[in-house]
């Protein structure tokens, strides 16, 4: 019998991954992996998978299979995982939620639920719009909806805040043709295997967050 959480949280660029991530593994006790994140940081750094990832990154594109599995199951072989895992922008293909499965089944392991959060078009783009993000820790805020409470500044950290260079509309349309094509199928592929949990992905950051947990409470998660 598993005593662990692993959740996976699905949507669109701007539904609020990270947002939600960030308080529904504090509220839960998970260890949140954002594969942008990991791909940001390394860049900040130049280290690592770096100097792959930047152009595929900057053109809206997926980074390669082999270097993002790699690095997510190489992430998730750590101590600090066994209790449990956050997953966001992850996985983002079949190819990658397959790999995900078998690499959890070979220890025993598996996906509970995949949390899909579901926002409208409109509001994905006001979001990515006015987005800005920690260079130190990588948390998002919105010049609107959710300033820091010094200008310019992280709240969490202290660290520099700046707009990401795929948030410009361009890149942002990319985004969005990739995700419907190549990540949006998995909403089916989770359907199928009785994980989906659908939420509504509108409405104030605490809202949306008391959804998700109640919703995995719901399914007597936890
Ligand atoms: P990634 O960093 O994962 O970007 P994304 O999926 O496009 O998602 P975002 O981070 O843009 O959106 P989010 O859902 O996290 O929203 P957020 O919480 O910030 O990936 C970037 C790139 O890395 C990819 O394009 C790819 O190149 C590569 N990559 C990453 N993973 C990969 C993978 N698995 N395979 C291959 N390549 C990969 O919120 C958005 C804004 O809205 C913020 O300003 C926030 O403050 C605001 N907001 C949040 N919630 C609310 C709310 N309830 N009301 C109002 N505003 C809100
Ligand atoms: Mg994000
Ligand atoms: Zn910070």
Redesign the pocket.
Known sequence: MRNNLNIILLGAPGAG??TQAAVVAQELGLVHI?T?DLFRQALEKGTGVAAQAKSYMEKGLLVPDEITIKMVLERISAPDCQSGVIF??FPRNLKQAEALDKALAQKEDAIDKVVYIKVSEKELLERLGGRWICRKCQT?YHEVNSPPKVWGKCDKCGGELYQRPDDTTETVKKRLVVYFEETAPLIDYYTKAGKLLEIDGEGAVEEVAGRIVRGLRKEAIR
């Open positions: 991954k990270g954002a942008g966001d922008g998002p």
